[in-house]
Structure formats: structure tokens, C-alpha cells
């Protein structure tokens, strides 16, 4: 084949899209990574940014210099508005065309209101460091409040903090912003006790951590409801306004609510003209996870729709990264003029979600654990699993303070001026 | 006197005010620190913020924290617009009102433009973290664009930087600069050599570093020239625009430039109904501090214009904290009945800047130095005014790992869609 046949194209720099990218690294192929923001960013660990517990730094790492030793890999900041699936180009927003001969959209998703877009500035969700610094904000902004009012029904609604959605965010963050309230800030207001503040987590379906095993979501629920934590389960959120979450009749009068619920892809199926294969606008692939008809383009991560021995792969940063291996070796052999379709087998390492600082659960399928080993486990795994020395040692000294201390570092109200004060108008 | 006698109220909780507080802690004064931002922040190492050394949290802390062992201190998130001096209360900008026996207004300066506002969206200052995380977006994304710019002049004006004021901030920016780009980048970018990267500082007197002894700015110029720092010196900027710098006739492109020149004080004169005393606004006090004909009102730091044996103080931190504990002993001595004028006397502790990870000049008036000891006096004296052990472990971290490896931590861009790709336009 001609020289230009290997030119890849890899849009999204998250867990898939750069795993993807680095399988190909120092490879015969010209690789051109996209993404629209010059960071990788460790998903998982995003709530501790959002509940002052990490620095923004901590959990992201500048693309390019991921990827700075493979010296075919090209890096650039862009945001893509378009593929043209049979010229095989990528169009980025400020006009720039990108032809490809094999192209890997790896774009992930964001958080879904369920066709109730309009609850979005009053229950803002977390997927960009910009959210995590955004919740940050408002969480300790809501303290703040608090210590200022005067009116006690005003009051409570400031110290009141509703999460929707019990999957891990929703169990995770509900833990902390509770041990927030409970261990990092009694002292330091005057007018009120912070141990007063409540959180509820709201799950519609009937229990939390719905993915686990249903002891393993036991287990959870006492866990939180040990820190002080209501769990609503089989209740779903009907409207959400300024100040307020209605469960059916029931209305909770709470100035922060926190989006951890639904899934919306990136828009590639409407990139591609393909008809989304779901609600959540994910793209049909093909078990090699290449998109029908178009065996030079692939899907992967959470924009893709994906089984694995008839059962769906969940939206997962593992199922992401072995995605990304997987579409890697694949182009890996076809530079080498192997093109047999190689199916995809997703394996499931198993599931981890914490309970504040004490208390985690783990899956691992064939073993399950609870309480403070598994805490231990998720911890070191979860150090591993970031990129770098210098962030391992950062976040585990972090991590140990807290641990050691309850007191948080990073506890930052930045972005906005307080000038700012009603949370509907500043996203509004 | 009544009970009420002792509400003292403190405006900004920056080097001076949060001394002042200190010393009032668990005092017979019922305390009220008002403060527009949640946190106090080390304002001698926000440059390293802007430049990818330190992350946000390790150089700011929440105020009600540093205070909450001070049970009669009170601490409200607040913006100040006015002060009524007469019937003695403070205004803030939600309506409330707070009524004083005794004022002490440290709410410190910004950067001046010198009668040219307009040029503050082409050419942003460092005094907030906002500021901060600004002029690191800009920076890193000046790279990025780079990469992606085809026209070799249009790509170089994205490879010049601009720093215009020669004092310690101009000098530790430009130094930092150029290190990011000779020593961080290199390898990053496939497209250009960062090396090539131009760091222009320009100063409107004859040599950086002013307020040092000549033989010291000598140094410090020679110090940034073998960084790759141009420096241009007794050359007033006459205007700023997009992507443009004017000296005079000559004119520069340059894609970013960062002001690092003069001080705007903040507008407590306007609040007191008293003419600024200098072109900075500030205000000008009694030997004591206080304002003219109102001696229960005393203003501090960057905001007053302060004489101490006939020359006027220094606006640095260490001058600050002196007056913030000066104030705060005078009022001591009058909630003890002892109400006799105490005259404040400045102590000059000696000047130190750095240029770059290796070179500083330190001027303590008996003993001067400079070069490699001079550094690392530096880093020893910063980590040891930081406040709190778990920053002082986090920076030393940052910096002997930036020390030993030459990558930096933070690089991210953040707050602004990478849409948003006019720099003038997000401010304007």
C-alpha cells in the first residue's frame, strides 16, 4: 500500500483513546491524537477533587506529554464537529480538515437528564475538572451561605445536599461531602454546627451500587447511612428547580444538588449519520468494534455499544482501556497486512467503589470483600493506577494527611467571583 | 465602656489583616474578618502557579480555618462596598450591614495600568488564583497553538511572551518561562522546537529589580540573559493590543503578554470619603495607622500609604504582616484601657527574588548574595512562611521533584473551552 495508508487518527484522549494511542506508539503508523482539552484526566478520583480532598492537579496530566516519547504520535487541541466517513476526514472546529486512512473515536460521555435538560444549572454533574472545581465551589460556597443566613428554613435548605444517582459517584460523593461535614468542618463556622448539614443520595432504581451484588449494596447503605448519609432508594427525582428537588410529591428544599445519574455519549453517532444504537446515543459497533460497513472506523469506551458474550459492556474506565488495547493491536496487524476481524472479549477485573475513608466495596467476581481492607485495596489500586511518580506520591501523601488529620487541602472556592451568589444564574 | 465597645472589624484576610486577626485571637474583641475570597493566599509564589509549578491548593488555604482555634473570631464571605466612618458601620455588597467599634481595613492592591484599562484584557496581571490559572491557560495554550500554526510569523508571535515591569514578579515569571520552554517542553511538540520561544521582559526604568542594589540587578540580568530572557530595560510599553506590543516605535508580536507593573490600591479611599494620597489611590495614615481625624479606623499594607522614619514602606508581604500585628497590638492595648498613639516602625527584613530553579539574589541590607546559596535560602525561607506542614511537605515535593526531573505538575488548561480560542475576546 501507499505511504498514506497509515495515517490514524485517535479522537479523545481519555482512558480508551489513549491506550489506543499508545499500543501504536513508535509503530510504522502517523498517529494524530485529538482531544479538546490538553489533559487526561483520572475519572475515578474526580469526586475528591469536587469534595476538596485532591488538587486538579493531581488527577490530570497534559496529553502530550503522556505521549511525548512516541515520536509518531502527533498531539493537538481541537474539538472535532465532524467525520466524513467515506472521504475519511475529520473536521475540527476552526475549519482544519484531518484525513485519515483508520480512525479511532474514543470521545466518551457526559452525565444525562433524561430529556429534562432544563435541570442541568440547578443539578450540575461531574465528568471535566472544570465540573469537579464547579461542585467544589458550590459545595463550600453552600457552608459559607449557611454561616451568613439568618432565617433557619433558609438555612437548612443551604445545608442540604442532595445526590442523584446511586452508582459509585453518587455513593462516593455522597460519603465525602458527609465527612466533610462531620469531620473536616466543625470548628470552623460560628452561627451553625456543620454536623447538622444533611445528604441524601436518591437512587431510583431499588438499591445503590446496583452493580454490585445486592449484600455488597447492603453493606454500602449502612456504610452510609453510618456517616450520616439518607439513603432514598426506588424514589426517582421528578423536577429539579432553584432550590428545590421534588421526588414525586415529596419536595426537599436544598440549595446544592449534584448530578450522578444517566449517561449521554458524545455525539459521534450523529458525526457518523448513524442512528443512535440506545437512549444514551451510543454507536452500534461490530465485535472487532469497528462501525458497520466501515471497517476503517472504530468506536470505543463509553460511546460505544458494546458486547462481549451477549451481555453489554459497562461504561467502565477498565472495559475503556482494554478497548483501546484491543483497537490497538488490531491496527497494529493490519500495518502488518493482517486484517482478520479480531473479536472483542471484554474481562471483568472486577468492581471497586469507596464509602468515605473507612469503608469500600470490592468485587472481584470469584472473591468479595467489605469494609476497611477493601478501603486499603481500593486505595493502592487506585494509586497504581495513576499516572506518574510524582502523582502516586503526591496523592498518597494527600491521602494520608486526610486520613490522618480529617483536615482537607484543598478547600477552594475559585472560578467565580462571590459576587455571584444565586447558583442558577452562573450556568444559567 | 459598654460591652459593645469591642466589635472590631477586619476587611481582607491577606498578609496584614489575617495577622491582625491572629493577634486579636481569643481576645475580650468580638472579631469579624470579612473577606471576598475563601482563602488566604501566598501571594509571593502565585507566579508559580501561572507557570505549571504549583498546584492552586498548595499555596492558599481557607481563611475560617487559619482562625477556627480563635473562638471569638468570626469570618464572613463577603464583598465590602462601602464604610461609613462616622456612624461606624461596614456595608457589604448583599445589603448586610456590620456595625464597628474599631476598623481595620488591609484589602491590598491590583496591578495598574497607569490610565490604560484598556490594555488589561491583551496584557492580564497575577494577583488571584483566578489570575493565576488564567495566565496558565493562556501560556500552555500559546504552545499549543503554536503547534497547530502553519504561517512561521503568526507561529512565532505565539513563541513570544511579553513581561512587562522588572520588579521581583516580572523577573521570577520571565525566568520561569523560559525554563518551561528550554527545559519542560522540549519533546512535547512535534512541530516546533519550544527552545525557539522568545521571553521578552520589559522594564520602564533603567535596570530590574529596583529596589535591590544595583550590583544585584546586574546579576539578576545577567541571570535571566543566560536563561534566554531578552531584557529591556528603560523601555516604557506605550501600547498593548491583540497579539501587539508597542515600545515606542518598535512594535512586538506577541501573542501573550502578562503585566507585571505597577499597583492599584484597592478602593478604600473612595469607601472613607478621603482623597487618594497617591497616584496608587492608596490611603494615607497617622504614624499609628490609623486614618486622619478617625482613630478607630486604621488601614494597612498595599492599601496605605505608610512613612516609617521619613521613607515611605515598602508594599511587600513582610511589610504587611508587621502593621497587621502592629494594629493588633494597639488594639489589645485599648480593650486594656490603653489607648496611647503607638507609632509603627518598619524593619526591613531584607528583599529576595529568584530567577529560575537555580539563580536568586538576596539583599538583607548587612549581608547581600546571590547565585546558587541564594536559592536555596530562598526555597528554605518560602517553605518556612507557608503556612501548615502538609503545604510545606506538598511544595517541597513539587519543587524537588521539578528540581530533579524538569517537568512540572500542573500543566493543565483549565476554566475556558479550548472554543474559546481568542485571547482577547474571554476578557473582553
Redesign the interface.
Known amino acids: 500500500m501507499a505511504e498514506t495508508s497509515n495515517r490514524i487518527v485517535v479522537i479523545g484522549a481519555g482512558f480508551g483513546g489513549l491506550e489506543a494511542a499508545m499500543r501504536l506508539g513508535n509503530s510504522a503508523a502517523r498517529v494524530t491524537v485529538v482531544d479538546?482539552?490538553?489533559?487526561h484526566l483520572f475519572q475515578p478520583l474526580l469526586y475528591q477533587v469536587a469534595t476538596a480532598l485532591l488538587?486538579?492537579?493531581?488527577i490530570?496530566?497534559?496529553i502530550?506529554?503522556l505521549l511525548?516519547?512516541y515520536r509518531n504520535i502527533?498531539?493537538?487541541?481541537?474539538?472535532v464537529v465532524g467525520v466524513d466517513k467515506d472521504v475519511k476526514t475529520v473536521l475540527l472546529?476552526?475549519g482544519?480538515v484531518l484525513p485519515f486512512d483508520q480512525l479511532v473515536i474514543a470521545t466518551g460521555a457526559r452525565h444525562a437528564y433524561f430529556g429534562h435538560d432544563e435541570w442541568e444549572p440547578f443539578a450540575p454533574g461531574l465528568k471535566t475538572?472544570?465540573d469537579a472545581?464547579t461542585l467544589r465551589r458550590r459545595i463550600?460556597?453552600a457552608f459559607?451561605r449557611a454561616?451568613?443566613e439568618k432565617d433557619p428554613a433558609r438555612r437548612a435548605a443551604w445545608l442540604t445536599f442532595v445526590i442523584v444517582g446511586g452508582g459509585p459517584t453518587g455513593v462516593e460523593l455522597a460519603g465525602t461531602i458527609a465527612e466533610l461535614a462531620r469531620n473536616t468542618l466543625p470548628?470552623?463556622?460560628?452561627?451553625f454546627d456543620p454536623a447538622d448539614a444533611r445528604v441524601l443520595l436518591v437512587e431510583a432504581g431499588p438499591r445503590v451500587l446496583a452493580a454490585f451484588r445486592p449484600e455488597l449494596s447492603d453493606y454500602a447503605a449502612k456504610a452510609l447511612a453510618r456517616l450520616g448519609v439518607e439513603v432514598l432508594a426506588g424514589q426517582a427525582v421528578t423536577d429539579v428547580s432553584s432550590g428545590k428537588v421534588a421526588l414525586g410529591e415529596r419536595v426537599i428544599a436544598a440549595e446544592t444538588v449534584i448530578w450522578a445519574a444517566g449517561v449521554q455519549a458524545s455525539p459521534a453517532a450523529a458525526w457518523l449519520g448513524l442512528p443512535p444504537a440506545d437512549r444514551a446515543g451510543r454507536v452500534k459497533v461490530e465485535p472487532d468494534l469497528s462501525v458497520p460497513g466501515y471497517p476503517d472506523i472504530f468506536v470505543i469506551g463509553d460511546t460505544a455499544m458494546v458486547m462481549s458474550e451477549g451481555r453489554p459492556v459497562p461504561g467502565v474506565a477498565p472495559a475503556a482501556k482494554q478497548q483501546g488495547r484491543h483497537v490497538g493491536a488490531t491496527l497494529l496487524a493490519r500495518l502488518a497486512g493482517d486484517r482478520t476481524p479480531r473479536p472483542f472479549r471484554y474481562r471483568d477485573q472486577g468492581s471497586l467503589a469507596t464509602i468515605g475513608r473507612k469503608a469500600a466495596v470490592v468485587d472481584f467476581g470469584w472473591i468479595r470483600f467489605r469494609g476497611g481492607l477493601a478501603w486499603w485495596l481500593w486505595g493502592i489500586a487506585h494509586i497504581f493506577f495513576l499516572i506518574g511518580v510524582?502523582?502516586r506520591?503526591?496523592v498518597a501523601?494527600?491521602w494520608l494527611?486526610i486520613h490522618t488529620?480529617g483536615?482537607r487541602?484543598?478547600?477552594?472556592?475559585?472560578?467565580r467571583?462571590?459576587?455571584q451568589?444565586d447558583p442558577a444564574a452562573e450556568d444559567g
Chains 1, 2 share one sequence.
Do not use: C, K, M, Y
Open positions: 479538546q482539552r490538553n489533559h488538587a486538579t492537579s493531581e490530570a496530566w497534559p502530550r506529554h511525548r516519547r502527533e498531539v493537538l487541541l481541537g474539538t472546529e476552526d482544519a475538572l472544570e472545581t463550600l460556597t459559607e454561616e451568613r470548628g470552623d463556622f460560628r452561627n510524582r502523582n506520591l503526591a501523601l494527600s494527611w488529620t483536615s487541602s484543598a478547600r477552594l472556592i475559585t472560578q467571583d462571590i459576587a451568589r
